[in-house]
């Protein structure tokens, strides 16, 4: 049987080493397969170095930053990891088992299908909060990006417009319930306000609709699960 990896990426200041470590103590809670966690980053300070296998982001690509690290997971000549590969951004909460996430059409990769789903039944736009591959697959994703990452970066919104660009076939959505945006899904874009930090947050508390397969909650742009004013946030993350 192949080695299975929950994997992470951290670069810069936007995300405190507390999102690696929750997200670790989150997947332990939620997953009852054999898994090895790893987190790629360039700053180890903070980060629990117990139960926690650490990898360093490449450095020859000053020209890039944040989640423009994450094509360069798609490298088929990389030699860390030697297994069923499931990226999980850190701005998530894991609240329900996750085994599904490595069982589910096993050899597949497969993505998210991105929120505006919510509103739009026919998108077939790609979420990149949480993908499984296994070494090699759609490796045009690193092989075109490195040619001038620079120049992509520019040109493309974010990873995950890149990811649509490139992985044309060959691909599995994950089931919808599974993997839910919080604003979108379940919350039903709440009204948001901005706080004194600058930070938008909800309005006000709200209790979140939660499908019966849920199991993860994605919180794209703001808030963060950190500083999310719903009580169900503070009782999940951590």
Same mark, same amino acid.
Request: glycine share 6%; with cysteine.
């Given at each position: 049987?192949?080695? +299975?990896?929950?994997?992470?990426?951290?670069?810069?200041?936007?995300?405190?080493?507390?999102?690696?470590?929750?997200?670790?103590?989150?997947?332990?809670? #939620?997953?009852? $397969?054999?898994?090895?966690?790893?987190?790629?980053?360039?700053?180890?300070?903070?980060?629990?170095?117990?139960?926690?296998?650490?990898?360093?982001?490449?450095?020859?690509?000053?020209?890039?930053?944040? %989640? %423009?690290?994450?094509? $360069?997971?798609?490298?088929? %000549?990389?030699?860390?990891?030697?297994?069923?590969? $499931?990226?999980?951004? $850190?701005?998530? @909460?894991?609240? +329900?088992?996750?085994?599904?996430?490595?069982?589910?059409?096993?050899?597949?990769?497969?993505?998210?299908?991105?929120?505006?789903?919510?509103?739009?039944?026919?998108?077939?736009?790609?979420?990149?909060?949480?993908?499984?591959?296994?070494?090699?697959?759609?490796?045009?994703?690193?092989?075109?990006?490195? =040619?001038?990452?620079?120049?992509?970066?520019?040109?493309?919104?974010?990873?995950?417009?890149?990811?649509?660009? #490139?992985?044309? =076939?060959?691909?599995?959505?994950?089931?919808?319930?599974?993997?839910?945006?919080?604003?979108?899904?379940?919350?039903?874009?709440?009204?948001?306000? +901005?706080?004194?930090?600058?930070? +938008?947050?909800?309005?006000?508390?709200?209790?979140? @609709?939660?499908?019966?397969?849920?199991?993860?909650?994605?919180?794209?742009?703001?808030?963060?699960?950190?500083?999310?004013?719903?009580?169900?946030?503070?009782? #999940?993350?951590?």
């Amino acid at each position: 049987m192949s080695t +299975r990896y929950v994997v992470c990426l951290k670069h810069g200041f936007k995300y405190g080493p507390e999102y690696v470590n929750i997200l670790a103590k989150m997947v332990k809670r #939620n997953c009852t $397969l054999p898994y090895e966690f790893v987190c790629y980053t360039e700053n180890t300070h903070g980060i629990d170095k117990n139960g926690i296998t650490i990898l360093p982001l490449p450095t020859a690509y000053p020209m890039i930053s944040g %989640w %423009w690290y994450k094509p $360069l997971l798609f490298n088929p %000549w990389q030699k860390q990891l030697n297994g069923t590969i $499931l990226y999980i951004d $850190l701005d998530v @909460i894991i609240f +329900r088992n996750i085994d599904k996430l490595f069982t589910y059409k096993e050899g597949s990769f497969c993505v998210i299908k991105d929120f505006n789903r919510s509103t739009n039944p026919d998108w077939t736009r790609m979420n990149s909060s949480v993908v499984r591959w296994q070494p090699g697959q759609q490796s045009q994703v690193y092989t075109e990006f490195i =040619k001038d990452p620079g120049h992509t970066a520019r040109r493309f919104h974010g990873d995950q417009d890149w990811l649509y660009a #490139n992985v044309k =076939k060959d691909f599995e959505f994950w089931p919808d319930e599974w993997i839910q945006s919080y604003k979108w899904e379940m919350r039903n874009r709440p009204p948001m306000v +901005r706080q004194p930090n600058g930070i +938008r947050n909800f309005k006000s508390p709200g209790v979140p @609709i939660i499908k019966e397969n849920t199991s993860i909650a994605v919180f794209h742009g703001d808030p963060n699960p950190k500083v999310c004013c719903d009580p169900w946030c503070k009782e #999940n993350w951590k």
